[in-house]
Every structure is written in C-alpha cells, then in structure tokens.
C-alpha cells in the first residue's frame, strides 16, 4: 500500500492537474488575481461548510493558497473529518515561479492584494499611527507594541489573527451565491 506525500510540487500538479479537484482556499479577491486553471475557490473559513462537497469530489483533492499555509491549515481540518488532501508546495506563488499559466475570472475588475500584503500593509500603517500619536500621548505607543507582540504570537505559531480579521472584510468574501455554486460544481463532477 502506498500512501500519498501530503504535497506536490508544481511540477507534478501540473502532470495530474486533469485527475484533481483543486480548491483554493485564499479570499475571493486573491482567487481572482490569478488561480490555477479549473480551481475552485472556497476561503479557509468557508470550508467546514464545504465539507459534504469536498467528501462527494470527484478524484484526489488539491489544496492551494498563495504559499502553502493555509492550504496546509485547510488540510489539517479536511484530516479531522476524514477527507484525504494534499497542498501544493510553494502555493500558487511556487506554481508561478515555475512559469506555469494562472487564471483570472472573466470580468475581474481589478485584483486585490494578497493576504500576506494585506496583514504587512495594515500592521505597518497600525505601527505607524502608534508612533506618530504617541508624539501627542505615550500611551498611543501601546498600538505599536500591540502589533509588535502579535507579529511575534503570528511566527511563533504559524497562525494570524489580524488575517482572519482581514479576510472577513467585504472585497476579501465571497458572495453566497457564488460559494453556493462552487459546492454545486465540485458535487456534480462526481456523476
């Protein structure tokens, strides 16, 4: 019996891409800014409700992110409720450095950041605001140490709090029409 590697490389998602289900867990937003071709795209925090669909999917499931962490947290809760899964090494930033082709829907208007560039963008900005008010009171120093601590709760735990927040902001979700018919597609793929 042979067991399968919890990732792939690009190059070998590449050679299977046709016998996967890929799923992307990043934000909408991310999604649209380049996918790989025929991913679908449910975020981290939709996926227990997702379940039923990802158990019902047609061939060996993909997970993806921009560079594997979440895909490897999405894993993790696939694991618990005894659906199989592999991440992609290196997301699909790793996918791209390999000069292999991204998506974007049709009609995307414009792209939104990655998450990683969300979270430096506004913990750069909440450290800033700290500094330049606690010139007007000391007390305003405590939001740049505040970020300061969390960033090292984050690395320590390969976790991110103000990410989870980020992702609950309305460009970063996806319509419930949309993840409605994303379950649709991946349930009847499978007849």
């Known amino acids: 019996m042979t067991s399968t590697p919890p990732s792939l490389t690009p190059d070998h998602a590449l050679a299977r891409l046709a016998e996967l289900t890929v799923v992307d867990v990043r934000t909408p937003g991310e999604y649209a800014s380049g996918h790989i071709p025929g991913a679908h795209n449910i975020p981290l925090d939709a996926l227990r409700r997702a379940l039923p669909a990802l158990r019902a999917a047609d061939g060996e499931l993909l997970l993806v992110c921009a560079s594997g962490a979440r895909a490897e947290n999405a894993r993790a809760v696939l694991a618990e409720h005894g659906i199989a899964a592999v991440t992609?090494?290196?997301?699909?930033?790793?996918?791209?450095?390999?000069?292999?082709?991204?998506?974007?829907?049709?009609?995307?208007?414009?792209?939104?950041?990655?998450?990683?560039?969300?979270?430096?963008?506004?913990?750069?900005?909440?450290?800033?605001?700290?500094?330049?008010?606690?010139?007007?009171?000391?007390?305003?120093?405590?939001?740049?140490?505040?970020?300061?601590?969390?960033?090292?709760?984050?690395?320590?735990?390969?976790?991110?709090?103000?990410?989870?927040?980020?992702?609950?902001?309305?460009?970063?979700?996806?319509?419930?029409?949309?993840?409605?018919?994303?379950?649709?597609?991946?349930?009847?793929?499978?007849?």
């Open 88 to 191: 992609l090494t290196g997301g699909t930033n790793g996918w791209a450095g390999r000069g292999h082709e991204l998506r974007r829907p049709q009609g995307a208007s414009r792209a939104t950041w990655a998450m990683e560039r969300q979270v430096r963008f506004t913990a750069g900005t909440a450290v800033l605001a700290g500094l330049a008010l606690g010139q007007l009171h000391p007390a305003w120093l405590l939001l740049s140490a505040g970020v300061a601590g969390g960033l090292v709760f984050s690395a320590l735990t390969d976790t991110c709090g103000m990410a989870a927040v980020l992702a609950r902001l309305p460009h970063n979700r996806p319509r419930p029409a949309d993840l409605d018919a994303t379950l649709a597609k991946i349930g009847s793929a499978r007849g």
